[in-house]
């Protein structure tokens, strides 16, 4: 449980990134998130890096990106030179983002069991 207060105090942004990505660019798309991780890492600023593909329609994938800044200081990350790799590996597919967006944390993540 203490675990969790400490989610709760702690300025998290969660950025969402949804693309579309053609089937023949699959490989090169995961080749692409798999160099921004480690450039993430590197930014000392990223806590969590998530890439999920949709079993519903294997086009569509959903980056998260988890911040330990607040949404304004995020912005001024995003223009330093600490995220200029992460930039140049993701920016060829720029074209296949559908939408993106900043989340902060509402509720924890987990489930409640009955006791």
Not at 79 to 99: G, H, M, N, Q, T
């Amino acid at each position: 449980m203490e675990h969790s207060q400490g989610w709760r105090k702690r300025q998290m942004v969660n950025e969402i990134i949804r693309y579309r990505i053609e089937p023949d660019r699959a490989g090169e798309f995961l080749r692409a998130c798999n160099k921004a991780k480690k450039d993430l890492g590197e930014t000392g600023h990223c806590v969590r890096y998530d890439l999920a593909r949709c079993a519903n329609t294997p086009d569509d994938y959903l980056m998260l990106i988890g911040w330990d800044v607040s949404d304004r200081r995020l912005q001024a990350l995003r223009l330093s030179r600490d995220l200029e790799r992460f930039r140049d590996s993701i920016e060829p597919f720029s074209p296949d983002v559908l939408a993106t967006g900043c989340y902060e944390r509402v509720l924890l993540s987990g489930v409640e069991t009955a006791e």
